[in-house]
């Protein structure tokens, strides 16, 4: 199994969309999701979603501004992130599990992409 994901830069107040395509396994009876590290920061969960997209799950900081949504056709998760803050500058992993009990926890997901630098500056 392998995720890619792509990030960028955006100044403080923009937006950005993030992409995960996964390849190698059932994409589509997968739990997805969204963590990220800032320097000298624990890695911090962001969002997950359901295999069906049912059911979602944010971080409290970022439950206003992002929005986790995924096509199972094209095998990819998708973050979007709104009025973003310099704080919000990491490195930005999707990850992915088909038996996830808790999508808050990271050690529940098997599969991880190598990450995608997000920089907001002020």
């Known amino acids: 199994v392998q995720l890619q994901a792509w990030g960028g830069l955006v100044q403080a107040g923009g937006s950005l969309n993030l992409s995960c395509v996964a390849s190698g396994g059932s994409f589509s009876r997968w739990t997805m999701g969204w963590f990220r590290q800032a320097p000298e920061k624990e890695s911090e969960f962001v969002a997950a979603?359901?295999?069906?997209?049912?059911?979602?799950y944010y971080a409290d900081d970022v439950k206003s501004r992002f929005t986790v949504s995924r096509d199972n056709a094209r095998n990819t998760v998708y973050l979007q992130m709104k009025s973003l803050k310099p704080e919000d500058t990491a490195i930005y992993f999707c990850?992915?599990?088909?038996?996830?009990?808790?999508?808050?926890?990271?050690?529940?997901?098997?599969?991880w992409g190598q990450g995608t630098q997000v920089t907001v500056s002020s």
């Open positions: 979603i359901s295999w069906l997209g049912d059911n979602t």
């Open positions: 990850a992915a599990d088909p038996r996830v009990m808790a999508p808050l926890i990271k050690y529940e997901y098997r599969y």
